[in-house]
């Protein structure tokens, strides 16, 4: 079984590919051959209405340095026939895409700006809407998206890696919140990335029972990419175990993935209804 989300980020500063892998093993992930080179880094996929969605942070460069960098998605039936279909906003990462129970779409957004900041105090937060469609789904209606609140403190930020639409209605989110933390062993200020959940209520637009589920010290030991990043867990996303419990994925020091068993992050909120699986 080919699981669907894109692994084996080739990364080197800002010229990043992604390429499929497939399971071979046990935690052994191999090339798929002669599979689609996209020009994106941080990828992901939903399956809307049995279409197979990817997307992915395209970074653009002008004369070498960068310029600016947005989401691009791709459609299509199955991994063999995605096709470029629509961009986001300037500088907006992690948009994430989930079927809801009306079959209607639901968009998260991750708004960043010197307004946002004021406005919140942090530096990214999440917005979320509803779109008739996913050919409804345009950078301005994502740019627009009301913000949740109450996600992240003063000086906090974060955004969406995966969301699943349960059987109560409410959407199951997958995500990271992050923040800046002196070492006082090295003097270095530390960007500290943390896996983390919280279950959002459509209809009241209210995010709910937000936990920590991962941090970098929970994942085996490596390397960082650079000083700064050697607390970094950047969550991938979950896959659900026939124990009940789940494997939670994370990129790791910026530059490894790693996996960790957590029990089901959505307890007392419903089972998930929608899969990763094609």
């Known amino acids: 079984m ?16 992604v390429r499929l892998f497939t399971q071979s093993g046990a935690d052994e992930w191999t090339l798929v051959k002669d599979s689609m080179t996209y020009p994106l ?4 996929v939903a399956v809307i209405n ?33 096709s470029y279909f629509t961009t986001g906003p300037d500088y ?11 079959g209607r779409l639901g968009v998260f957004s991750r708004p960043r700006s010197e307004a946002i900041r004021e406005k919140y105090g942090s530096e990214s937060v999440v917005g979320f809407t509803v779109v008739d469609s996913i050919d409804a789904m345009s950078g301005e209606a994502i740019e627009n998206a009301p913000v949740v609140e109450g996600l992240f403190e003063p000086d906090e930020w974060g955004g969406c890696n995966q969301c699943y639409l349960l059987d109560s209605g409410k959407i199951g989110v ?11 062993d090295s003097d270095i200020e530390m960007r500290v ?19 920590i589920i991962g941090t970098r010290n929970c994942y085996p030991e490596g390397p960082a ?11 991938i996303g979950i896959v659900m175990r026939e124990d009940g419990r789940a494997d ?25 209804v929608t899969g990763l699986k094609v």
């Open 174 to 184: 997958i995500g990271h919140k992050c923040y800046k933390e002196m070492d006082d």
């Open 41 to 44: 880094e941080d990828p992901y």
């Open 193 to 211: 990335y943390l896996n983390v959940s919280f279950v959002f209520d459509v209809e009241r637009h209210e995010a709910s029972d937000l936990k």
């Open 50 to 82: 049995d279409e197979l969605i990817m997307g992915g942070t395209h970074v653009r460069k002008m004369l070498g340095e960068i310029d600016t960098y947005y989401a691009y998605f791709y459609r299509g039936k199955g991994v063999d026939d995605l």
């Open 2 to 17: 080919l699981h669907v989300w894109p692994g084996g980020i080739q990364r080197r500063m800002a010229d990043s590919s």
């Open 92 to 102: 907006m990462k992690d948009i994430r895409l989930v079927t809801l129970a009306d």
């Open 248 to 272: 939670l994925y994370s990129g790791i020091g910026d530059v490894e993935v790693g996996r960790i068993v957590i029990d089901y992050p959505f307890e007392g909120h419903g089972k998930i």
């Open 225 to 235: 990419k650079k000083e700064d990043l050697a607390d970094c867990a950047f969550t």
